[in-house]
């Protein structure tokens, strides 16, 4: 994906700023917290704390502070209620933090790369510059999400994971990613897909643009599309493509029922060499005919 985001220098940023003591700027003093009526949290490290009892983030202010390596069944009374806070430069890097609360937050320029999020709630929140790169997000909520700038979603663990009616108004990079069982209905997304696993997802009524390519990791799982839904959904800026691995796609029990295609073009012809991409296998075509032919 062109001008991916640099996660790994960002990490090295959170990882100095484990160095910095947990304290808040009030003027030219630095006041140790002490109390949850405190909600301005910003350049905190909270990644050595044991016991959360004095914080409540709910709708706080947590730019530039860092959660790295935390591992909620590690400290007492953490409540992973971040539900309409302000994250900005904000690192979640490794942190074990399952059915965490983010709902309506405002999140920049993060990084929750590695982080296990299982069934977390991310629904209306605006996302930006932010990277979940090989994150656990199985069964996480981002519905009505809309993602701006640079996402990075790569290789990330998406199964059962909710994003009906998300936006993703950028390039986002979902190499590698399992898609696994998710719903994406009704959702806005334009991203590569090179390697991802397609097993029982939802695109229903979706617009997708981007170029979906068997990967050389998982080269056996990613070049089966097994029982996709692209119902009703918009693909005229969809292509299959075999470059450059020329692994064909097969598109097993797939259905395209009432799909827009291109006009301009084909989209299960490989762009460069104009060969077929795809192999079809009980494969419902826009007429919601099935074919093992050609749709």
């Known amino acids: 994906m062109k001008n991916k985001i640099n996660s790994r220098s960002v990490r090295m940023t959170a990882v100095n700023s484990r160095e910095t003591s947990a304290t808040v700027s009030l003027g030219s003093n630095n006041t140790t917290l002490s109390n949850a009526d405190v909600k301005d949290y910003s350049g905190i490290n909270f990644s050595n704390v044991t016991d959360f009892s004095k914080y409540s983030?709910?709708?706080?202010?947590?730019?530039?502070?860092?959660?790295?390596?935390?591992?909620?069944?590690?400290?007492?009374?953490?409540?992973?209620?971040?539900?309409?806070?302000?994250?900005?430069?904000?690192?979640?890097?490794?942190?074990?933090m399952p059915n965490a609360n983010f709902q309506g937050a405002t999140i920049t320029t993060s990084i929750f790369d590695d982080a296990d999020l299982r069934g977390a709630i991310f629904s209306s929140s605006t996302i930006t510059h932010t990277s979940f790169s090989s994150a656990n997000l199985t069964e996480a909520n981002f519905s009505s999400t809309i993602f701006n700038?640079?996402?990075?979603?790569?290789?990330?663990?998406?199964?059962?994971?909710?994003?009906?009616?998300?936006?993703?108004?950028?390039?986002?990079d979902f190499s590698y990613a399992d898609f696994t069982k998710a719903n994406f209905t009704n959702s806005f997304i334009i991203g590569t897909f090179s390697g991802a696993i397609f097993?029982?997802?939802?695109?229903?009524?979706?617009?997708?643009?981007?170029?979906?390519?068997?990967?050389?990791?998982?080269?056996?799982?990613?070049?089966?599309?097994?029982?996709?839904?692209?119902?009703?959904?918009?693909?005229?800026?969809?292509?299959?493509?075999?470059?450059?691995?020329?692994?064909?796609?097969?598109?097993?029990?797939?259905?395209?029922?009432?799909?827009i295609f291109s006009s301009n073009y084909d989209i299960f012809l490989d762009e460069d060499t104009k060969e077929l991409a795809v192999k079809f296998e009980n494969t419902l075509c826009r007429d919601g005919k099935k074919t093992n032919v050609r749709c």
């Open 57 to 96: 983030f709910k709708g706080a202010n947590l730019s530039r502070a860092s959660f790295n390596d935390l591992d909620v069944n590690q400290v007492k009374n953490f409540n992973p209620d971040f539900s309409g806070a302000k994250l900005d430069r904000t690192y979640f890097y490794n942190t074990k």
């Open 149 to 172: 700038g640079e996402i990075d979603l790569s290789e990330a663990n998406l199964l059962n994971a909710n994003f009906i009616d998300a936006k993703f108004n950028d390039i986002v």
């Open 199 to 259: 097993d029982g997802t939802i695109f229903n009524s979706a617009t997708l643009q981007g170029s979906f390519q068997v990967g050389y990791k998982n080269k056996e799982k990613s070049k089966i599309f097994n029982n996709v839904k692209f119902r009703n959904a918009k693909l005229a800026k969809i292509d299959f493509s075999y470059y450059p691995n020329k692994e064909i796609i097969i598109l097993r029990n797939v259905d395209f029922t009432g799909a």
